[in-house]
């Protein structure tokens, strides 16, 4: 006979399961667009008589709840979702694959849930979160649309992430949707203020504005918009962009939310006025490590040591970020050309993030100093205590022994890594660079056809081929075919799209060029690239300009061997504007 199981049957670990789930506190980026529904009564599915054979199954996954075994529980239910049909089990099998953060069975189970019950707005929220992430934002509308038209919130800023790497085709009916959404629902916060980030995304802020606008008719302090209309306003160089803002820090100083995500908005203009907000938040929460690591990257930046050196010695007391700690006091005593003092905090740095770029400036410290030996013998012994490291370690020595000029040392050390570890690709790539300082193109390009024999998509690989054949070969065709193929798995990389405007100028396309070489610099404003985009302006007769952006990158980098070159080769004797010393 058929048995009946009530949903009941896990009730208890499922409320545990979800409150795991709750106790995940999303990063604040993550949480200003996610889907927000409002709370809504328990959902009282009906009782249903399950087949026979599907309860042992069900049993399988209760148990496996029990005994923690996520893996099988999980499994099981996504097995039973489209079997039964029972929004039950299609609850279930969502919100563990939520807890577990596996996005693609989420939605799919999310979709069926959907499918049993339309007016669901949870079921739909999520779903609408995980098509965007998948960057499906389009089809996200339809389900945040469904949201509002059944009573829910929706939160329509979610298709904002990501937007401008939508096609233009998405991105267009997109906002002919929301265009119409705002026609049904004229007073909705979201929707305005979702508008007002996509027209910022496109360029268009006096429309951005002008949605700001209305919606602060609505909701006054509306933490994205006033500190969207800050943005704005910056940007377009107005009087007092951050008015509005300040005005709602005042009405409500404690408003530690906002008050931060403005001192991080100033970090990107103001690193004065940053530091006063920081120094706010840190009065009311003195030992919160990220406010004082923040405070002291913000005194370092500003130029004052001495204070950036007591935070980060107050995270070392707190025992909070204490490798970050180590590394920027490293840097500190670096500036200050205490360099042993530098080397003890770097060596203090544990195998965390930090470490590498930290074994990085142990080297080149050693290394400028004329200490080879104890460089070497650094590394050596870094290999054999962190064994989990090694490959870096080995690709890592053997970049800061070429820098300096020791390239037969740093081959041998490849040749030892590359003994252990023959097809691993950071080093097969270090010793493709290491053949290009030395000339030997022709080994350059075998380490890298390597490579790409093994992944055809390594956008590092095939950049670094293409470069060097537009820069050092007249084989253009092939260069562009490598950068392009490059530039569309990286289509934002700043050392690709300086790659596609140096092979365009040397085809002789130099208005091309030059959109791509100004992209590349605002993202990275390298000397190599002040170098590259320089000459193609000098090229295009615009010579103030170039003599602009090179000096720029001179004041930065004087001794960087392209830029030295490419003024060599151009003559430029003065980086002064023309006229400009008979005008002094």
Request: aromatic share 6%.
């Amino acid at each position: 006979m058929p048995f009946r199981l009530l949903y009941k049957i896990s009730l208890v670990l499922g409320l545990a399961l979800l409150g795991a789930c709750a106790s995940q506190t999303p990063n604040e980026d993550e949480a200003s667009v996610s889907p927000q529904v409002e709370a809504q009564p328990e959902v009282k599915h009906p009782e249903r008589p399950f087949p026979e054979d599907s309860l042992y199954d069900l049993l399988v996954a209760e148990f496996a709840l029990r005994r923690r075994e996520y893996n099988t529980a999980l499994e099981t239910y996504l097995a039973l979702t489209p079997e039964l049909n029972d929004p039950g089990i299609s609850s279930h099998a969502t919100h563990l694959s939520q807890f577990m953060e596996r996005d693609e069975d989420t939605l799919a189970a999310a979709q069926y849930w959907v499918s049993q019950e339309p007016d669901n707005i949870e079921a739909r929220a999520i779903v609408a979160q995980q098509l965007v992430r998948g960057g499906n934002n389009l089809e996200a509308m339809q389900h945040l649309a469904a949201i509002e038209r059944a009573g829910g919130s929706a939160n329509f800023a979610i298709v904002s992430r990501n937007f401008s790497q939508l096609s233009p085709r998405d991105r267009s009916k997109i906002v002919i949707e929301l265009n119409t959404l705002n026609a049904e629902f004229p007073n909705n916060g979201s929707l305005l203020l979702t508008q007002a980030l996509l027209h910022n995304e496109l360029g268009q802020n006096d429309l951005a504005l002008d949605k700001l606008a209305q919606l602060f008719e609505l909701e006054p302090d509306q933490h994205q918009a006033l500190l969207l209309e800050a943005k704005i306003l910056a940007e377009k160089g107005a009087k007092d962009p951050y008015k509005r803002v300040e005005k709602a820090l005042k009405d409500n100083p404690e408003d530690r939310a906002l008050r931060l995500r403005y001192a991080r908005l100033l970090a990107a203009t103001d690193m004065v006025a940053a530091r006063g907000q920081f120094e706010i938040l840190s009065a009311g929460a003195p030992r919160d490590g990220d406010l004082l690591f923040s405070l002291a990257l913000i005194n370092r930046e500003v130029g004052d040591p001495t204070a950036a050196s007591a935070y980060l010695r107050q995270l070392l007391l707190l025992e909070q970020r204490e490798d970050e700690a180590h590394y920027y006091l490293g840097r500190i005593e670096e500036d200050r050309e205490r360099f042993e003092d530098a080397l003890l905090h770097y060596q203090n740095v544990g195998s965390g993030e930090e470490y590498l770029a930290a074994a990085s400036r142990i080297g080149e410290i050693l290394l400028d100093g004329g200490h080879l030996e104890r460089s070497l013998e650094w590394f050596a012994q870094q290999r054999e205590a962190k064994p989990e490291y090694s490959i870096e370690l080995y690709a890592l020595e053997a970049d800061l022994l070429g820098t300096a000029g020791q390239t037969d040392l740093a081959l041998e050390l490849i040749d030892e890594g590359l003994a252990k570890a023959p097809e691993e690709t950071s080093l097969l790539y270090t010793r493709a660079m290491l053949m290009e300082r030395r000339g030997d193109l022709a080994r350059m390009e075998q380490d890298l056809r390597a490579i790409l024999r093994e992944n055809p998509d390594n956008a590092t690989a095939l950049n670094a081929l293409g470069y060097t054949l537009a820069n050092r070969t007249d084989r253009y065709d092939e260069a562009l075919t490598l950068i392009s193929r490059a530039l569309e798995l990286q289509p934002g990389e700043p050392a690709i799209l300086d790659s596609m405007g140096w092979v365009l100028y040397r085809t002789g396309q130099a208005d091309q060029a030059l959109g791509y070489l100004q992209r590349a610099y605002a993202r990275f404003p390298d000397a190599e690239v002040a170098a590259h985009l320089g000459e193609v302006m000098w090229a295009l007769g615009d010579r103030d300009g170039a003599l602009e952006i090179w000096r720029e990158a001179y004041s930065k980098q004087p001794d960087h061997p392209v830029l030295t070159e490419t003024l060599r080769r151009l003559q430029v004797e003065s980086l002064q504007p023309a006229g400009a010393d008979a005008e002094s």
